[in-house]
C-alpha cells in the first residue's frame, strides 16, 4: 500500500499529537454537491451507483477535490449487509430504503445467511480497494457498517421507521428472536468489517443510528452489546498501522461510558450533547468526534465560523493538565449526523476552512 501523506485524522482518533483538528463531514460524498447528482445520474439509480466500485470510488474522492479534508469515507451503504443476506434492498422514491422481505420470526432468522464478505459484497471490497488505489495515499480512508440494532430495525420493519413499532414489540414479545437476529447480524458486520480492513480501510466507523430510539436499559441489551461483540472480533492493526474504530450511536450522549467501555478508540457525537461536558466525562480514554448541527450549514458564513470556534473552544474548555496532551488533542471535527442535501457547498467550504484556520492554537504544546 501507499504511503500516507495525511495521517493526521487517524493519530486523533489515537490521541495522539497533531499540528491541527483533522476534519471529515459525515455523508461527505453525497446529494448536496452538483458533481455527486450527475455521477448518480450516470449510473441510473442509488443502488447502480453503491455497486459499481469505478463510480463508487469516484464519488468518495469528489469532496477530495474541493475541500481540504483530512479522511475519505467509503462510499456504500448501512444496508449492504441485509441485501446480501436475501432481503431485497430496494428504494422508494420520497419513503427511503424498503426491503422486499422482512425479518419476524425465529425461522426467518434461521434461514438468514452469514454472507461471504468478497463473494457476496465483492463489490464493496472492489470499492475499497480502487478507492485506496486512485487515493495515493493523500489520506485515510474510513470504512463502515451499521451497528447490529440499527440493520435489525430495518430488517423487521421492511424500511425506515418513526416508531419503530415492530422492531419494539418484537423486543418486548420475543426478545430472543431480536436477540437471534442480533448475534447473526453481529457476526456478518464483524466479517464485513475485517474484510473492508484486509481491502485497506485504515479506520472503521459503526453507524448505530437508531440506538437512541431505546431505554436505558434496552440500549445496553440490544445495541450495545453487539456493537462490544463486532469491535471484539475486529482487526485493530492492518499494514503496520494501528485501526481505529469509532461508536457513532445517534442520541447516544448519556451512554458514553458505557460505549467507551468498549475498548473503540472514538465515539463520535450528535449535535444533542455538548462537547466540552462530553470529554470531562471520558477524559482522555477516548477520542471525540463531532459535533456540529448540520443545520448550521444553513447559516450566514460568519455564523458557520462563530460556530466552529464555539465548538473548539468548548472540547478545549476540558482540559486540564493531568491529561499531558494539548487542549485540542484527540478530537475529529464533524458534523453531528450527515450533511443535508440542500446545503451549499460554499457554506459547507467555509465550515471546512474555519476548522483548517481555527484549530492550530488549541494544539500547541500546554
Wanted: hydrophobic letters at 40%; proline letters at 6%.
Amino acid at each position: 500500500m501507499s504511503e500516507l501523506h495525511n495521517d493526521r485524522y487517524l493519530r486523533a482518533l489515537l490521541r495522539q499529537p497533531t499540528d491541527r483538528t483533522p476534519i471529515w463531514m459525515m455523508r461527505q460524498a453525497g446529494r448536496y454537491l452538483p458533481e455527486y447528482r450527475a455521477t448518480r445520474a450516470q449510473a441510473g439509480d442509488f443502488i447502480k451507483l453503491m455497486k459499481n466500485p469505478e463510480l463508487a470510488c469516484e464519488v468518495t474522492l469528489q469532496p477530495l477535490r474541493r475541500f481540504p479534508l483530512d479522511a475519505a469515507i467509503l462510499f456504500s451503504d448501512i444496508l449492504t449487509i441485509p441485501d446480501a443476506m436475501g432481503l431485497g434492498l430496494y428504494f422508494e422514491t420520497g419513503e427511503g430504503p424498503r426491503f422486499q422481505r422482512t425479518v419476524r420470526t425465529m425461522a426467518d432468522v434461521a434461514a438468514l445467511p452469514i454472507p461471504d464478505p468478497e463473494q457476496d459484497t465483492g463489490y464493496v471490497m472492489d470499492a475499497v480497494r480502487t478507492i485506496r488505489r486512485e487515493l495515493k495515499g493523500q489520506v485515510p480512508l474510513i470504512g463502515f457498517a451499521g451497528s447490529p440494532w440499527t440493520l435489525a430495525t430495518y430488517m423487521i420493519q421492511g424500511g425506515s421507521s418513526r416508531d419503530f413499532r415492530e422492531s419494539k414489540t418484537l423486543m418486548a414479545t420475543n426478545p430472543d428472536v431480536l436477540h437471534a437476529l442480533l448475534d447473526k447480524l453481529a457476526q456478518s458486520v464483524t466479517l464485513y468489517l475485517n474484510a473492508q480492513i484486509r481491502a485497506g480501510a485504515q479506520a472503521i466507523q459503526i453507524f448505530d443510528s437508531w440506538g437512541g430510539a431505546l431505554s436505558h436499559g434496552a440500549y445496553r441489551e440490544f445495541s450495545l452489546r453487539y456493537m462490544q461483540q463486532i469491535v471484539d472480533g475486529l482487526m485493530r492493526e492492518n499494514d503496520g498501522r494501528r485501526v481505529p474504530i469509532t461508536l457513532f450511536t445517534k442520541g447516544g450522549g448519556q451512554w458514553l461510558e458505557a460505549m467507551a467501555d468498549t475498548g473503540a478508540d472514538a465515539l463520535g457525537l450528535d449535535w444533542t450533547t455538548d462537547l466540552g461536558e462530553a470529554r470531562a466525562r471520558v477524559g482522555h480514554r477516548v477520542a471525540l468526534q463531532g459535533n456540529m448541527d448540520p443545520s448550521m450549514l444553513y447559516a450566514p458564513l460568519p455564523r458557520i465560523e462563530q460556530e466552529v470556534e464555539q465548538l473548539l473552544a468548548s472540547y478545549a474548555s476540558a482540559w486540564t493538565p493531568e491529561l499531558g496532551v494539548s487542549a485540542g488533542s484527540g478530537h475529529v471535527f464533524n458534523l453531528g449526523h450527515g450533511i443535508e442535501q440542500f446545503v451549499d457547498p460554499v457554506h459547507a467550504g467555509a465550515f471546512i476552512e474555519a476548522v483548517v484556520a481555527k484549530s492550530g492554537k488549541y494544539h500547541q504544546p500546554s
